[in-house]
């Protein structure tokens, strides 16, 4: 007879209960696979009154989640509610701290406190897994953990962020403007209705602090990482950038560099043939640069219900075969710290659109401050509209120091002729 | 004090020599994230006295390595020999028999008797462990037992070979033909002295084999599957292919139509927009489509010392981390047989080129074959060469059987006009 594994479910959403469908549904391949069985034992939400498309017995609701930690017919804890704080970081700590496995998918609270909660998990001996956490439809975590073990990883980068990456390539194809771009994509279910941290860069930021702790054996970064989102990318960017032969992409990037740690989330133009700017839609792609393996890629759906799921249930499997693995693939104690590389030594070229007054000698004034700060142009398109005595400046500069180009924004800003601050865009040689 | 794991490798060529290096290099790392300290103790090798770059202690030399599985200083054995019979067979059988947890990179053996090798490995309790096998970058063979485990899987599909695809690609960006194209992939190390398994399909077959079984929870097939391989693609194939707006590639296939099961590798005229028609050179890519995640992308290097030695580590550390693991993730009892769809019955469009004498009635012989065969004809491109009274005549068809094909071009071989054998490629939506 196979052992049954209880398992509680706490956040019963869209993600929630499409995952304990998906269970149901597969409870007979996992338990060939696993040798156990997984029965949802305890399901909570916090409305347990709402309408639902699936009928959940009265005996699995539970109204208080944190008893769930204390409750002997418990194995498993999946937390589904979200949040950095709040009950989703009390009931993860008080799961592990009862020897219960935890299984999340919350890339907020993993950012912020999967040090700690590693600590507890491995103190206790208990899973804490969490491939949900990024990029849901790609086994990410796992393939870093697992699959590129023997792989001593120098850089990784990608597209964490669906929502975004759905609104650039929107903005692309249809023409249409940032703001449009936003609404459409909350009608479609591919913003929440207030999407501020994915456009921001944030929701991207949190994911790259995860991968990054483990694709570099390393502490999760304190570090404030460089984080700049798209809400200043402008359809005429995404044109201009289209005729230089680039394409703009909101990418997360962490590499070691001269063995110092540079993390950042920012808007990119990449050549319009590589492989990430060709990645559309919803889509997440992930490149893993190491040594032997060479560049891995992984690329699929990050988010919704179906690829949510899918990682959930990979977490399941790993606790039911009875592993026992360090959350970040080491014991805390051989986990490095590393030195964060000073981003005002990074080093690329970059895209700068200048709107200026067109008024005589601007571009003489324009170009002047880039020759004071030592930065070189390489292309230029001074592109003047008909009414209103503006124009727009776009100029492709040669590589330079970042506190350069800061300096450079700030000296345009107080330029008399610039109408509004610049959209400064970096260039990524990928 | 961490338990010593002692090691055997057998076949210590390019391959064998450079997983060692890493091996020694990654061995702290190993050891930290297993628990467990390997340790090679036996290398074996055809020719003990070529010189080489590393240098063996002459104590870990074993000549016959058929004794090592019976030997008790010895916990795992690596295969790195190659071939489906031979050596590589008796030596994986006696491991599993005697205990041995066997790694290996041999496609052509796990193709062949994978199942048989399961049963034995299963039976003993020990690990047969095969990541290396198919697109060695890629940790394939672990996302889809591991990372998907959650998907029911209805298609699986990529590049396997990355000797045709460099040059298919090659052909393309040098605009040299077949063999002058083969020369350079030899002398760049990308192609072996004798490519022949490269060449006609049958690398790429025995590698879907096992990717299939995975995918599909089922016995490795026996069916004869439909194999065709690049040799008769000529560089005027690949132009007319980009005019018309494809790309060909020679990709394999694995996917359950009306419940029967659908294998073929072959040449395909692919959308030169779609993301396999811009994986080029040596990479491997392949595509996994599953509920409820959707589709999965993994790409990277197939083959070669590296990411060969990244996949063979990998396994290894699954082994020391003591998971005894099914080698096809469920027992052998529970995986399925599955009907073999009846490929004649296959549907699709296609591309062919005719070589013709160039005399009148010829485009009316050749259209009125497609009509008896109720092919009909999308595009047709008639291009006659100036010197020789010669024409190719191209033509894309509208969706047909597979069976109707083999008529066609039975009928057309036949027609006094038709030179030689006509070019059929199948065109794949993807």
């Known amino acids: 007879m196979r052992e049954r594994i209880n398992i509680a479910i706490v956040g019963f959403g869209n993600i929630g209960s499409y995952f304990y469908k998906i269970l149901e549904k597969n409870k007979v391949n996992i338990s060939t696979k696993t040798g156990k069985i997984p029965f949802v034992k305890y399901i909570s939400a916090r409305n347990i009154n709402k309408k639902r498309q699936i009928k959940i017995p009265n005996s699995k609701w539970i109204k208080n989640p944190l008893k769930l930690s204390l409750m002997n017919d418990v194995d498993i804890i999946f937390e589904l509610i979200g949040g950095s704080e709040g009950i989703a970081k009390k009931l993860v700590f008080a799961a592990l701290r009862n020897k219960k496995h935890v299984i999340t998918a919350n890339k907020a609270l993993m950012a ?51 929502t975004t990456n759905f609104i650039l390539s929107s903005m692309e194809n249809s023409r249409k403007n ?79 560099k001269k063995k110092k740690l540079i993390e950042r989330v920012h808007p990119c133009l990449i050549p319009n043939k590589s492989y990430l700017a060709n990645i559309n839609g919803v889509l997440n792609a992930i490149v893993i640069d190491g040594l032997p393996v060479g560049k891995s890629v992984l690329q699929g759906e990050g988010a919704g219900p179906g690829p949510t799921s899918s990682a959930l249930i990979s977490d399941l499997c790993s606790v039911l075969k009875g592993n026992i693995q360090y959350p970040f693939g080491v014991t805390a104690s051989l986990r490095k710290k590393i030195e964060k590389f000073d981003i005002s030594k990074h080093f690329c070229s970059s895209y700068l659109r200048i709107e200026v007054k067109d008024l005589p000698g601007v571009l003489s004034s324009i170009t002047k401050i880039f020759a004071n700060n030592k930065i070189s142009i390489k292309n230029l398109i001074q592109n003047p509209y008909k009414k209103n005595k503006k124009a727009s400046i776009i100029i492709i500069t040669h590589e330079n120091l970042e506190k350069n180009y800061n300096n450079l924004l700030l000296n345009l800003i107080r330029n008399k002729f610039v109408i509004k601050k610049p959209t400064f865009i970096r260039i990524e040689k990928i």
């Open 178 to 256: 940032f703001s449009d771009v936003v609404d459409k994509a909350k009608k479609l279910g591919f913003a929440e209705s207030n999407p501020v941290s994915d456009l921001n860069g944030n929701d991207s930021a949190a994911k790259l602090r995860i991968l990054s702790s483990i694709a570099f054996n390393k502490m999760i970064s304190k570090n404030k990482i460089l984080t700049e989102g798209i809400q200043n990318i402008n359809l005429t960017d995404i044109f201009y950038a289209k005729e230089l032969g680039y394409k703009i992409k909101l990418l997360s990037i962490s590499e070691i």
């Open 112 to 162: 912020k406190y999967g040090d700690q909660l590693a600590h507890v998990a491995e103190k206790n001996k208990v899973n804490l897994e969490y491939e949900a956490s990024v990029a849901g439809g790609i086994p990410i975590i796992r393939s870093i953990k697992d699959g590129l073990i023997a792989n001593k990883i120098n850089k990784i980068y990608g597209i964490l962020n669906g």
